[in-house]
């Protein structure tokens, strides 16, 4: 399978804790964005990549949230001191590239659960 | 910034009839609007988008049309099968690309055998 892969694909933790997300992209994908999808709602815009650097972390909720994507390919959503209402499902997306006409493909998602 | 709104939160039709879901947006820069479409445990799919230089968009049973001046687009589905059931969620965003979608609450599709 050739397409987005997140893991864990299940993550628990206790508050208070340090969680990393993993998302590798589809290979060649330049462009690759982190969503957070809470129980019964849409997707809701973190952060999006464009090469290594973060061009637009205007969706980051608070300083706790961080990404790093630093060879321009698998990136990792690092979340500081967890608390419950971090819990949800965190998507990642890639395309080809980041502008317009290009489709991005979704991850099944690693969803986090704070206890 | 920007608000999507999404009706109805469920639908449920016979095999072979016609589905309609509507959004509305809040923002006139938004210039992309994508459909997906979510399975259980999955992550969301692309099903088709339109831009707002087009009106209307189709391709095969499904199709997305798109009032810029209303602020309204709507995704039909025809002749629908069961394998149609799932999530179905709306988003714009002004940028053109996925880049800060704002997506709307959702829509479960139930077709019935």
């Known amino acids: 399978g050739a397409g987005v892969s997140q893991t864990p694909s299940n993550k628990v933790t206790e508050k208070g804790k340090y969680v990393e997300l993993r998302c590798d992209p589809i290979?060649?994908?330049?462009?690759l964005y982190w969503y957070r999808q809470s129980l019964g709602q849409g997707p809701e815009f973190l952060i999006y990549?464009?090469?290594?650097?973060?061009?637009?972390d205007s969706g980051l909720p608070n300083d706790r949230f961080f990404a790093v994507r630093p060879e321009g390919s698998v990136s990792t959503l690092k979340i500081q001191r967890t608390e419950r209402g971090d819990s949800a499902v965190y998507l990642c997306?890639?395309?080809?590239?980041?502008?317009?006409?290009?489709?991005?493909?979704f991850g099944q998602g690693t969803r986090l659960t704070v206890v | 910034g920007e608000n999507v709104e999404q009706h109805p939160s469920t639908l449920s039709v016979q095999e072979g009839d016609s589905a309609v879901i509507k959004c509305t947006y809040s923002d006139s820069a938004s210039n992309y609007f994508p459909w997906y479409k979510q399975e259980l445990g999955k992550g969301p799919q692309l099903i088709i988008d339109i831009r707002s230089n087009v009106g209307e968009k189709k391709d095969q049973r499904i199709a997305v049309t798109l009032n810029k001046t209303a602020k309204h687009f709507s995704l039909h589905i025809t002749e629908t099968q069961p394998e149609d059931s799932a999530v179905y969620f709306c988003a714009a965003t002004p940028s053109g690309s996925a880049r800060q979608l704002t997506f709307g609450s959702g829509t479960q599709l139930t077709v019935l055998p």
């Open positions: 990549f464009q090469g290594t650097g973060a061009a637009d």
């Open positions: 290979s060649g994908h330049t462009a």
């Open positions: 997306a890639s395309s080809l590239m980041g502008g317009v006409s290009t489709e991005a493909f």
